[in-house]
């Protein structure tokens, strides 16, 4: 008989013992550190006896633990194993799984990849979209694109652009009763948010571009937040407020005017866009042909536009 065991508080506690704290075991799993001990007390009530000897600085498990940590690790290994095989089996050998977020899948890879189809019509992509909050996992993907600092510890990470944010808004707000000129003028607009949830460190926020140019931002006549950078992106475009533009995502909308930039400060992102993938799927050759062609897609972007006028802050 199979038991109706807490799957979610196994695999919580399996993370808290390999990584050795419990603040790890969260940012791996991409939850609190608050659910990741809620979890783990839980499997211990359930269970009847203590599972870890909790410290200041790392937690250790009893022997009970031990031995339960290491049956869910070769058992969860095990179940990877099984599903990665049936997904290969599935999976052509001419096709391309990349893993990367929803917004820069939308904007920036899709209106691309004709290209790469037309010089490898005997290859195919296919787009696994997530989050961005879990390291990349090689049964779910070829090749990564994460954005953020580029901690991803087993594989091979390589950069592929950073990236310069600004203000960009739609040509109709630089004209009008409150039309954009100054900084000031930002009182009298929606200032539109991306929330970022998965990087909390130096994101490309208002703030953080106001704090880089030394500026003080108004308080604006309203906030709207999106959780897709897509999202952020369409409002902005759509007139809805004015946004901070992330350079590769907004430069095709930025040259073919559909969003203008109305100051010319810039503020370099602390976070970037970085190649994920492992040793072995790199001595593929169509791994290698997906990466020198994105590569010199980077290379070959349109430079930003200037911006309209010259503000005064």
């Given amino acids: 008989m199979i038991l109706n065991l807490p799957y979610t508080a196994l695999r919580a506690f399996e993370a808290v013992v ?6 790890a075991a969260a ?8 659910a990741i001990s809620q979890h783990v007390k839980a499997l211990e009530e359930w269970l009847g006896h203590e599972l ?37 089996k599935r999976r052509a050998d001419s096709t391309i799984v990349i893993s990367c977020l929803p917004g820069f899948a939308y904007i920036w890879l899709f209106p691309r990849l004709m290209k790469f189809d037309l010089a490898h019509p005997d290859l195919s992509i296919s787009i696994a979209t997530d989050t961005g909050t879990t390291h990349f996992a090689e049964a779910r993907a070829d090749i990564g694109i994460r954005y953020g600092n580029g901690h991803n510890p087993g594989f091979l990470v390589e950069p592929l652009m950073g ?3 600004f203000p960009v808004c739609a040509p109709e707000l630089l004209s009008g009763p409150h039309a954009i000129r100054t900084i000031a003028d ?25 704090q880089t140019n030394n500026l003080t931002l108004p ?24 946004a901070i533009g992330r350079g590769p995502l907004v430069v095709e909308a930025l040259c073919d005017g559909r969003l203008v930039r109305p100051f010319p400060q810039v503020a370099r992102s602390k976070l970037q866009y970085w190649l994920v ?15 020198d062609w994105i590569k010199s897609e980077v290379k070959n972007q349109p430079d930003l536009p200037d911006p309209h006028g010259v503000a005064i802050a």
């Avoid at 940012?27 to 608050?34: I, R």
């Avoid at 539109?192 to 460190?201: C, G, M, N």
């Avoid at 993938?277 to 990466?291: G, M, T, V």
């Fill in 18 to 23: 390999r990584l050795g704290t419990f603040s």
């Fill in 27 to 34: 940012e791996e799993l991409g939850v609190s550190q608050s």
């Fill in 52 to 88: 870890m000897t909790r410290g200041a600085r790392r937690s250790q498990p009893t022997r009970d633990g031990t031995r339960l940590a290491s049956a869910i690790a070769d058992g969860l290994g095990r179940i990877g194993d099984v599903c990665e095989y049936i997904r290969d």
């Fill in 163 to 165: 990236e310069d944010t």
């Fill in 186 to 210: 930002l009182a009298h607009h929606t200032q539109l948010r991306d929330e970022f949830s998965p990087f909390t460190r130096n994101p490309p926020s208002w703030d953080y571009w106001a």
């Fill in 219 to 242: 308080e604006p006549l309203r906030t709207r937040s999106f959780s897709q950078s897509n999202m952020v992106i369409q409002a902005a475009i759509q007139g809805v407020g004015i």
């Fill in 277 to 291: 993938y492992s040793e072995a799927a790199y001595r593929n050759e169509k791994i290698r042909l997906f990466l």
